[in-house]
């Protein structure tokens, strides 16, 4: 079956402007995360969705974060005004419900902010 | 925020040679993941130990889990260059089973040299 996929698969931005990243999760899935992955650290824990609502938003770095996720399924995670340090790979993942179910995850989408 | 250190940072063998990395934190984690990540892809699940003491093994891979579950290795035997990769591990936070948030480290980027 289809795995996670996510567009662009590269994002090249200006500084200052916004900029949305897509998340199709696999069909069924009801929980989905995004991380962001930058140089030489690990995965950044940035927000989980169950369903359409999303108890826990505390990994994102700033307001100019945000992110939604409509119908159970698509995710779109929105930065605006972009900064430099925001320059990195935001990686998608979909479970089947929370908790300790394996997470899939995308291919990501790698950001430059010039 | 629990934190996972991963050893070494940077691995470079030749086919056929073993190797083991490392996954250490000073608090304990209720299950810990292994994923291996390829260039432009989005990591790969391994494996999940959840016990203390645990070991498990995955063809020419095993994996343990620390008695006090705060710390994970990872034993390669007879290297391949398909082995190539960084291999991440994640940490489940919280009490386990109804909890969602992975601690991920930095990872061991693995190179095997045919």
């Known amino acids: 079956g289809a795995g996670v996929s996510q567009s662009p698969s590269n994002k090249v931005t200006e500084k200052g402007k916004d900029v949305e990243l897509r998340c199709d999760p696999i069909s069924g899935h009801t929980a989905l995360y995004w991380y962001r992955q930058s140089l030489g650290q690990g995965l950044e824990f940035l927000i989980y969705f169950q369903g359409n609502s999303a108890p826990d938003k505390s990994g994102l770095p700033s307001d100019r974060f945000s992110a939604e996720r409509t119908g159970g399924s698509v995710s779109t995670l929105t930065i605006q005004r972009t900064q430099q340090e925001d320059s990195a790979v935001y990686l998608c993942?979909?479970?089947?419900?929370?908790?300790?179910?394996?997470?899939?995850f995308g291919p990501g989408t790698r950001l430059t902010v010039t | 925020t629990q934190l996972l250190e991963q050893s070494p940072q940077f691995l470079s063998i030749q086919e056929g040679e073993n190797l083991t990395v490392y996954c250490n934190s000073s608090s304990v984690f209720s299950s810990l993941q292994w994923y291996r990540q390829e260039p432009g892809e989005g990591p790969v699940l391994l494996v999940t130990?959840?016990?203390?003491?645990e070991v498990k093994k995955l063809k020419r891979l095993t994996f343990q889990f620390g008695d006090a579950r705060k710390d994970s290795s990872l034993h390669i035997t007879a290297a391949q260059p398909g082995d190539t990769g960084l291999y991440l591990c994640a940490g489940e936070e919280g009490s386990g089973g109804s909890n969602y948030k992975l601690t991920f480290g930095k990872g061991t980027l693995l190179t095997v040299n045919p």
């Open positions: 993942a979909s479970s089947h419900r929370g908790g300790l179910y394996e997470q899939y």
């Open positions: 130990v959840v016990t203390g003491g």
